[in-house]
Nanobody, 118 residues
Framework: QVQLVESGGGLVQPGGSLRLSCAASGSIFRLNAMGWYRQAPGNQRELVAI???????NYADSVKGRFTVSRDTAKRTVYLQMNSLKPEDTAVYYCYADITIVANDDYWGPGTQVTVSS
């Protein structure tokens, strides 16, 4: 079974930084796009950042210039470096991966809480 395991969430002060990691495990033929979504209380889940296999990235407007998504395909891991964090960034962050086994499927991690507060 494919699993996505997130780490790095926690409590941080405004202006601080966190680095999220997500490692995929299981029988994986190919990792395609990977990235991060988030969901704040009362809000819909929204895209934060996506990175394709060739390194192309897409960011939500609200995080551009502050967050950086990267990946190490050999390690089956995607990262999200979050700088200049704001209280508005508080949410559960979910790892996402488009994975090919015999066909493409979407996989989600269980989520990791990021809280930005003084």
């Amino acid at each position: 079974q494919v699993q996505l395991v997130e780490s790095g969430g926690g409590l941080v002060q405004p202006g601080g930084s966190l680095r999220l990691s997500c490692a995929a495990s299981g029988s994986i033929f190919r990792l395609n796009a990977m990235g991060w979504y988030r969901q704040a209380p009362g809000n819909q889940r929204e895209l934060v950042a996506i990175i394709t296999e060739d390194g192309s990235t897409n960011y939500a407007d609200s995080v551009k210039g502050r967050f950086t998504v990267s990946r190490d395909t050999a390690k089956r891991t995607v990262y999200l470096q979050m700088n200049s964090l704001k209280p508005e960034d508080t949410a559960v962050y979910y790892c996402y991966a488009d994975i090919t086994i015999v066909a493409n499927d979407d996989y989600w991690g269980p989520g990791t809480q990021v809280t930005v507060s003084s």
